[in-house]
Structure formats: C-alpha cells, structure tokens
C-alpha cells in the first residue's frame, strides 16, 4: 500500500520561505511514476503547483509559482521536495504530496492515485 506523509509546513512572514517534505513507501517510486504538490486553499478548489518525472526529472510548475518554488526527489530515500521562496500570504493553503504512476507528464490531476494528508502553510502580512 503507498503512503505519502509530508512535513515542513508552519507560518513564516511575507518573504520568507520554507520546505515542504514528502515522505513515499510502499511503490515503486522510479521510472514509471510522477510526484506532485498541489494545496488547497478554505473554500478554493484544488490547485497542482508543481510536478517532477521521477524518471528524467523533468519539472512542469504553475504559472502561481513559477520562479518561487523548486521541486526536488531523492529517489534512494523515497522522498520528494518542494522548496518555496519569496512566500506571499496568497501562498497560504493546506499543501499535499501525490502520486501518479504510468501517466503523461504532467499528469493531470485525475491521474494522481494517493494522497497524503497535508501539511499547513500560513503566510502573514
């Protein structure tokens, strides 16, 4: 069974940054899988932000994000970054690591198959 449990979330101020963590088990996490971040925020649907091919790591990012943030993996600890600069407080919202194996990149969000539970990312004015 793949489990994805993230970490790294807080409250920073306007500029500041942080690094979310995702920790994977339990698949097989190489050649035929994509890993994504996506975040949510109250009352807002779902929004992908960032995605990585775990076989070339190839990088696909939202325009939301793009240049602020940076998708990692270390495929030998099953693990997937997302390091986040110059954080502003519309970047607040509860931010989720998935999964998609044998998919298009990047995949699309219905071709993501497990969650994890999230991690809170509060940024203040």
């Known amino acids: 069974q793949v489990s994805l449990v993230e970490s790294g979330g807080g409250s920073v101020q306007t500029g500041g940054s942080l690094r979310l963590s995702c920790a994977a088990s339990g698949g097989d996490f190489t050649s035929r899988s994509s890993m994504g971040w996506f975040r949510q925020a109250p009352g807002e649907f779902r929004e992908n932000i960032a995605a990585?091919?775990?076989?070339?790591?190839?990088?696909w990012y939202a325009d939301s994000v793009k240049g602020r943030v940076t998708i990692s993996q270390d495929n030998t600890k099953k693990m997937l970054y997302l390091q986040m600069t110059n954080l502003k407080p519309e970047d607040t919202a509860m931010y989720y690591c998935a999964v998609a194996f044998y998919t298009q990149f990047p995949p699309k969000m219905v071709d993501y198959s497990y969650w994890g539970q999230g991690t809170q990312v509060t940024v203040s004015s």
């Open positions: 990585i091919d775990a076989g070339d790591e190839s990088t």
